[in-house]
């Protein structure tokens, strides 16, 4: 395409560049869009199923909060078609300050945060329940990854690249676990795999590796409620007896297999839940195990094809086509921080992980992680719209 000085002017004005130009009529991943649009619906009506006796006990009726549930999916619908049509790079020119922002707000929540569940995680600002650890994970998979971008030239360098690199995630992943432990250890996963993919040093790599299974141990045995966790995730698959599922650490799991052994293949029915009465959180944690209830193993089958599908996007077409190794790393970890949670919460509803917290994107009952998840699902669209022409290859070394 010839551009004349007067488009340049034009492009200059308007702040566009002729690159932008070039894929303004190029469309965002259309699959990526529909999987999350199936995720909503099937996760309002999974919400509604579940949320009943959680309403009754607190005044309210299960309509108001679904239609609440909706409201705030409309938001995350709204940022994520927002976020689509901005170019992630200038989105990545911000992401110190995201961070830095998040690390302050992570203090607050320290001192000023509600108890929910016998932790802080939340900050309540103006009447509305914020989550900074939610900002915090995507604002640092696009530092994490403007960072590994603006250093391949000296990328394995120990003081230039990686010492500078596990700072700023060292003290985000440090920051989320005195209240989460769980997305801590997860985003730190997800952060040493990017690095992966930007060529770091593999030596380097192991070594944080073994200093993180280190720090993680040292973290569950300081607190008594991560050590019950693990204690009867590993009675559980280990010694399986009615004493293990009775007592109060096992509870939650006891519930949860209950709820998915009474779907059976095609589920008790929509709305038919028993076990939304005794799960804990069944609107948000183990949202997986009453999908399971009511729509059987089919359809949580279902729920988990579309994550993968979600998976396949993100990684064989997005990352792989990206214009850039930015757009390529942001694409690798917001495809893993969105089908990594879900598969994770579906894990710990059938007994194959200890109990975590974690809600499945657009599924589960939220407000800042939908309100996240929309936003890194816009990124994806966004440099799903800014291919590269030709194959383009991962950057793994």
């Not at 560049?17 to 529909?34: A, H, I």
């Amino acid at each position: 395409m010839i551009y004349t000085s007067a488009n340049r002017d034009l492009n200059s004005i308007l702040g566009t560049t002729p690159d932008e130009m070039e894929t303004k009529g190029r469309k965002s991943d259309r699959v990526l869009l529909v999987c999350v649009i199936m995720l909503m619906m099937f996760g309002s009506l999974a919400v509604y199923s579940s949320i009943a006796y959680f309403a009754e006990g607190h005044g309210t009726s299960a309509g108001s909060l679904v239609t609440g549930h909706i409201f705030k999916l409309a938001i995350a619908f709204f940022v994520m078609l927002i976020v689509s049509k901005i170019d992630y790079s200038r989105l990545a020119k911000f992401s110190r300050i995201a961070v830095i922002l998040s690390w302050i707000l992570l203090f607050a929540v320290m001192i000023y945060g509600e108890m929910v569940f016998g932790a802080r995680r939340s900050l309540s600002i103006a009447g509305f329940s914020f989550q900074p650890s939610s900002m915090a994970a995507v604002a640092l998979i696009i530092h994490l990854s403007v960072l590994i971008s603006n250093k391949q030239d000296y990328i394995k360098d120990f003081k230039r690249s990686f010492l500078p690199i596990m700072v700023w995630v060292s003290i985000t992943c440090f920051l989320i676990a005195l209240e989460d432990f769980s997305t801590a250890a997860l985003l730190m996963g997800i952060s040493l795999f990017m690095m992966f993919v930007g060529r770091m040093s593999i030596m380097q790599l192991s070594t944080v590796v073994l200093i993180g299974l280190l720090g993680g141990t040292a973290l569950v045995m300081s607190s008594e409620q991560r050590q019950s966790r693990v204690t009867q995730y590993v009675h559980q698959i280990t010694e399986i007896n009615n004493t293990n599922f009775e007592s109060a650490a096992g509870y939650q799991a006891q519930q949860a297999h209950i709820a998915v052994a009474q779907g059976k293949l095609f589920g008790v029915g929509v709305g038919k839940s028993t076990q939304r009465d005794f799960l804990p959180a069944p609107y948000n944690d183990f949202i997986f195990a009453i999908i399971a209830e009511e729509y059987g193993m089919a359809g949580a089958f279902g729920v988990i094809i579309i994550f993968v599908v979600i998976l396949f996007r993100g990684f064989a077409s997005i990352a792989r086509n990206a214009r850039d190794l930015l757009g390529t790393l942001i694409a690798v970890g917001s495809t893993l921080m969105l089908t990594l949670y879900a598969f994770v919460n579906a894990a710990v509803a059938v007994g194959l992980f200890p109990v975590t917290g974690l809600p499945m994107p657009f599924v589960s009952y939220g407000g800042t992680s939908m309100l996240f998840a929309g936003l890194m699902v816009g990124l994806l669209m966004n440099i799903s719209k800014h291919k590269r022409d030709g194959n383009k290859q991962f950057y793994i070394g």
